[in-house]
Nanobody
Framework: VQLQASGGGLVQAGGSMKLSCAASGGTFSMYAMGWFRQTPGKEREFVAT???????TYADSVKGRFAISRDNAKNSVYLEMNSLKPDDSAVYYC???????????????????WGQGTQVTVSS
């Protein structure tokens, strides 16, 4: 499975941005998908996840501002980011989890495949 993240860039604080992640080579509809982010010198942190049944979970830091969604017909997952803050600046990664049963999808080891990341920079 290959994951290709896109949509990053530079935005002013308070602005919005939508990230996309396109999957290929697998059965996308069967995977749970997640977004993580990482800044230099820090560990990668959980942002949001969406199950194959479209159940969602968010990190407290983005709850109410970010929305994760998926389009199985396009083999894609999205992260709509609103009210962006400078602290949201990071490289954002999408990931896929092929586990069908229960899995804690707020942690990195639950995911089997990772995209290359896309840089988001929020200026103050």
């Amino acid at each position: 499975v290959q994951l290709q993240a896109s949509g990053g860039g530079l935005v002013q604080a308070g602005g919005s941005m939508k990230l996309s992640c396109a999957a290929s080579g697998g059965t996308f509809s069967m995977y749970a998908m997640g977004w993580f982010r990482q800044t230099p010198g820090k560990e990668r942190e959980f942002v949001a996840t969406i199950s194959r049944y479209r159940g969602t979970t968010y990190a407290d830091s983005v709850k109410g501002r970010f929305a994760i969604s998926r389009d199985n017909a396009k083999n894609s997952v999205y992260l709509e980011m609103n009210s962006l803050k400078p602290d949201d600046s990071a490289v954002y990664y999408c990931a896929a989890d092929r586990t069908l049963g229960y899995s804690d999808r707020t942690v990195e080891p639950s995911y089997d495949y990772w995209g290359q990341g896309t840089q988001v920079t929020v200026s103050s």
